[in-house]
Antibody, heavy 119, light 107 residues
């Protein structure tokens, strides 16, 4: 079973860049790898994903500030979000998108990492 | 974007109760719907995919139904470990969207 673990700075200054990595025990090329976030006390927001080809799909609400990449040699999934504000404060999860005849779903998930945007 | 509306936003129930959560999509999504359980401080866990398919290892008291725009998650006999927040998710089109969540609380 693949395992995922996020890591990041914990605290980012407003207008700065939020950079996170997700250590994936087995970064298979046949899946999409996904970032999802959850502001404190709120619901889940899909950030974006990347496929083996390098194709990326971003949430339009974040697209102008976002970059997702994969380092297959190191089994690392990464994301960078620029020009952050307090609204970007959230727990950030990485996960794998699986798919079949009945649609797509996310499993498994990392444990999440809290990023706070504050001066 | 496809909007997912869950109801109720919270429900109080007792161990052994039958609990039903609904999820409505703003446009048809066929059976491209998944359900997740999230306990406080933990990552979401997949329960149901394809609207009605039980994920491996998930107890059979959980079931899902529906297609098109209206979906239901049912817990047939609530257990202490089921007190959590539940989310629906559509993957019919990008961006993927989630419902606002339903918190199942102890009565």
């Amino acid at each position: 079973q693949v395992q995922l673990q996020e890591s990041g700075p914990g605290l980012v200054r407003p207008s700065g860049t939020l950079s996170l990595v997700c250590d994936v025990s087995k970064l298979s090329s046949t899946y999409y790898w996904v970032w999802i976030r959850q502001p404190p006390g709120k619901g889940l927001e899909w950030i974006g994903c990347i496929y083996q080809s390098g194709d990326t799909y971003y949430n339009p609400s974040l697209e102008s500030r976002l970059m997702i990449s994969v380092d297959r040699a190191k089994n690392l999934l990464s994301m960078q979000l620029n020009s952050v504000t307090a609204a970007d404060t959230a727990v950030y999860f990485c996960t794998r998108r699986d798919s079949g005849a009945y649609g797509d779903w996310f499993d498994p998930w990392g444990q999440g990492t809290l990023v706070t945007v504050s001066s | 974007d496809i909007e997912m509306t869950q109801s109720p936003s919270s429900v109080s129930a007792s161990v052994g109760d039958r609990v039903t959560i609904t999820c409505q999509a703003s446009q048809g999504i066929s059976s491209w719907l998944a359900w997740y359980q999230q306990r406080p401080g933990k990552a979401p866990k997949l329960l149901i995919y394809g609207a009605s398919n039980l994920h491996s290892g998930v107890p059979s008291r959980f079931s899902g139904s529906g297609s098109g725009t209206d979906f239901t998650l049912t817990i047939s006999s609530l257990q202490p470990e089921d007190f959590a927040t539940y989310y629906c998710q559509q993957a019919k089109s990008f961006p993927v969207t989630f419902g606002g969540g339903t918190k199942v609380e102890i009565k």
